[in-house]
């Protein structure tokens, strides 16, 4: 079978890859930033683009600076509140104590009818 795919046996990807393929690849600048575990990740950037101050850590999740003696600290996380939790802050005892006296009452009501 003489054929006419010239590309036959080919992947993406295959043949020789160089500059001159692909064009020249922009300048880079790698930067260090430290997070309070100690880790250390290094991303790169493009020369000419704007550095963020702080890269959250790819092994724990925190952020880290580029300050390897003094990293950002972790942020405070609030502990789960339940809907009791919410209600009491936003009622007093004596607001519950009215609330429940006035829905028992009309509980009592029903009943007797």
Known sequence: MVGGNAIRGTRVGAGPSGESERGES????????????GHVSRPSFSADAEVPEEWDCPRCGLP??????N???APRTEPYKTHLAYVKERRSDADGE???????ERLRQRREI
Not at 26 to 37: E, F, K, L, Q
Not at 64 to 69: I, L, R, S, V
């Open 26 to 37: 922009a300048p880079r600048r790698r930067v260090s930033y430290w997070c309070v575990n």
């Open 64 to 69: 880290g600076g580029q300050d390897e003696q």
């Open 71 to 73: 990293p950002p600290a």
């Open 98 to 104: 009215a609330i429940l006296a006035e829905a028992l």
